[in-house]
């Protein structure tokens, strides 16, 4: 008998996927472990494999498709010795919708709406699936340029792909194609302020006599705007901060990398390290909120900021107090470059029991992170800078680097964490410590 292909749930928060690619056409034989497509999750993009084998009889969902719910058939397998009579009971094909804008409120003058075209004009929404988008952003590619082959002419990773073999385009203005700024309205005599929460920006910004470009929230710009909602509304937080000298890790970094050219270890290298080793002396850090029991971690998994063009993601260094500098300052580099690429797997960036968002390559001093549950804690890294500090009794100059520690009250106790601090700025300050 026929088997469906269901859309698959790729992580725990996945209820809906974009189908972008499909790897297989309808004839082709499949088998087990071969690719069939490729799934635009809210994290990343990912391969799904076949588990059964026959052959493709027929593809439900066109590639291009946005929000495929999931558990949707999205093609049909046929098992060895059926034909194509047996596709008469399969389901029929998932209809497609075309991309719409997000929705706004009615306003006096209507805005004539654009069709995706293969040269849009001027001001014309281009629509693109977010695989399209960034590897356009980071070809150069100009989307308005691209000829969409797609449903409803949509543009696909293949078009963007082909244009960018064809030879060099214009340069892509802005990192995410959008609708070209609208005049609005002059401004009324007496607008209403803005509300908290719920405001309508166009209708806002006509009223205002403002002009804006709307910028569609990615599936994983949402995620992130609805866990960060949750923590701030839900996790009791409270901050702790300790300033750190850097002076004998920055010497120590400086001579460790002068040794070889198989690695370049970076400062965030030696925060990991020393993030995983203080776990393990403070245990009671390591853990996370259920309303059964407080988890108690046995390892340090260290999940660490990463910013994509479509939205941070966590990627993990698993059992970090078992890794030397060297093996993560590797495993760093591929989770932080594959994390940029949307090719991370699931496990890759699920889970964790600590984070460290890491904003000091940007000279932010110091601040203050919002806590990723279920984990009980995020330390926010700031810019080592030179600063006046006392030494002995006199007036010296160190360089310092502040770092916050947010904390889930109901997990781990201000003692706890600032013991987990102390810990912390202990090893950093002493770097050969981390090296035994």
Known sequence: MTVQILMPALSPTMTEGNLA???????????????????????????????????LGKILVPAGTQGVAVNTPIAILLEEGEDDSALSAAPAPVAVAAPVAAPVAAVAAPVAATAPAAAPATGARVFASPLARRIAEQAGVDLKLVKGTGPNGRIVKADVEAAKAAGPAKAVATPVAAAAPVAAPAPVAAAPAPKAAGVDAKDLS????????AIPNSGMRKVIARRLGEAKQTVPHFYLTVDIELDALLKTRTELNSRSDAYKLSVNDFVIRAVALALKKVPAANAAWTDEAILQYDHADVSVAVATPTGLITPIIKKAEGKGLAQISSEMKDLAKRARDGKLKPEEFQGGTFSISNLGMFGVKEFAAIINPPQGCILAVGAGEQRPVVKNGALAVATVMSCTLSVDHRVVDGAVGAEFLAAFKKLVEDPLSMLL
């Open 206 to 213: 006509d009223k205002l006599g403002m002009t804006y470009t």
């Open 21 to 55: 690619k499909w790897l297989k056409k309808e004839g082709d034989t499949v088998k087990s472990g071969d690719v069939l497509a490729e799934i635009e999750t809210d994290k990343a993009t990912m391969e799904v494999e076949a588990v059964e084998e026959g052959r």
